[in-house]
């Protein structure tokens, strides 16, 4: 049986200040994508979006997961009968707040949380995620998460795919002038790890959007611009198998090569991180003030 995958990516504008707004639009805009594509079996959105701002500290907001707005989104999955991730959230636990990402099952169940392995230091003060995560649709694909900056770190990507995943989805929240370095960087993870990659950013007030979908070989299957968008697109995961079977355009097998080659992936800077040299040079994790302390 042919493995195919109806997906929605929904590139939204939030409203900083009222994620009852922003709720409705999801709630809204979900249900118009699953009435006039209802072929579509998961549906997600982009970093943060339904989270609130605070007044004085951007975190004051952040609350334990199960919660109140938890319990409402289970609802737009079942109710809509779609795999469904809502962006992602600041999760309080203990003295800890994460960045942390739902999967909704069609039943309205979570079937996974990830927490952002790499926070966006030092701009963004939250706490590091320690796990990776994927989550199986029976009879069709393995899905790993991502969120936003860890599309800058492919030992994220590499492990995802090692653990089976066919797709990545990336919700981001990015308006700063290294979006065009991620528009090269997410087609470039699905070049080496032979997966498709899906990104879905969120418009805010500073900018945003430039949503991009890449598959397996790094083709660009959809690269929106930065108005609200509803991203539809049929994938097939058959072609992930052939791809990884075969090689990127039938003449590159990346795993069967990192399979048989005899480091077997022992690379000193995994093994003997802490000794490299490029470390020695770098300057604590700091928002610079002057452009004369980069020097530092």
Known sequence: ???????????????????????????????????????????????????????????????????????????????????????????????????????????????????????????????YGTSFVTFDIPGVTRIGIVICYDLWFPEVFRTLAWMGAEVILQPSATYTPDRAAELVLTPAQAIMHQCYVLNSNVISAMGGGLSIFADPEGRILQQVGTHEEIMTEVIDLDRVDWIRQNGSFGITPVWKSLRDSPLRMKYPVYERFEEGAILKKLGEMKVQKSIREWTD
Do not use: H
């Open 1 to 127: 049986m042919e493995r195919r995958l109806g997906v929605a990516g929904l590139q939204l504008e939030k409203d900083p200040f009222d994620s009852d707004i922003n709720f409705k639009k999801l709630e809204y805009i979900t249900r118009k994508v699953k009435s006039t594509f209802p072929w579509v079996d998961l549906v997600f959105t982009g970093e943060l979006y339904l989270q609130q701002y605070g007044s004085s500290d951007w975190k004051e907001f952040a609350q334990p997961i199960p919660n109140d707005m938890t319990d409402r989104l289970s609802e737009i999955a079942r109710d809509n009968e779609c795999w469904f991730v809502p962006g992602s959230f600041l999760e309080k636990e203990s003295d800890k707040i994460f960045n942390t990402a739902l999967v909704y099952d069609p039943n309205g169940d979570i079937v996974a949380k990830y927490r952002k392995l790499y926070p966006w230091m030092p701009f963004e003060d939250t706490s």
